[in-house]
């Protein structure tokens, strides 16, 4: 069974203040449109593409911003992660989709996205891999290789995810 972790809500406003520089920053960046899904229609995504079994999924949010198809590969290009040095157990794979899902928090602040991480295993060769995933406007569920940005259907028959987390 599926569990679905929830970060639970504060009501009324956060307790944080955004310093001066931030607004001057963030003012300049264009705002991305988007489709406003909710978490569940995401968990409902997630089962359907990487299917209905034992793994963990971590929302942050109520509701995510699912950006068109080619307004992700923008990002992707306009991103320095995938030339970033793989170094082993210190700038691996969990390191480099880590930094994607963060660089995509902080270009799409103003509006948000719906990209995130994916641990998943192979089922017969054993071996562990960290990438990302994004949900497209038309729900449309794509993999991305951080370490290359080629993105890619999950493989469903030989890849058994262990953890989805999406900010």
């Not at 069974?1 to 931030?22: F, H, N, S, T, Y």
């Not at 699912?66 to 290009?77: E, G, Q, S």
């Not at 794979?93 to 998943?120: I, K």
């Amino acid at each position: 069974m599926v569990q679905i972790i929830r970060l639970p809500r504060k009501k009324g406003r956060a307790e944080g203040k955004q310093c001066l520089l931030d607004k001057v920053k963030t003012r300049f960046l264009p705002k991305a449109k988007g489709v406003k899904i909710s978490s569940d229609e995401v968990v409902e995504i997630l089962k359907r593409e990487i299917g209905d079994y034992d793994y963990t999924i971590l929302l942050a949010d109520n509701y995510y911003n699912c950006l068109n198809y080619d307004d992700y590969i923008k990002f992707l290009k306009s991103d320095r992660v995938d030339q970033e040095k793989w170094i082993k157990n210190t700038h691996d794979c969990d390191n480099f989709a880590l930094e994607l899902a963060g660089n995509a928090s902080q270009r799409f602040r103003q509006t948000g996205c719906c990209l995130g991480e994916l641990w998943f295993y192979h089922v017969k060769e054993r071996w562990g891999h960290a990438i990302n995933f994004f949900i497209t406007a038309d729900k449309q569920f794509w993999c991305v290789e951080p370490q290359n940005d080629k993105t890619f259907k999950f493989d469903r028959t030989n890849w058994r995810c262990i953890m989805v987390k999406l900010c």
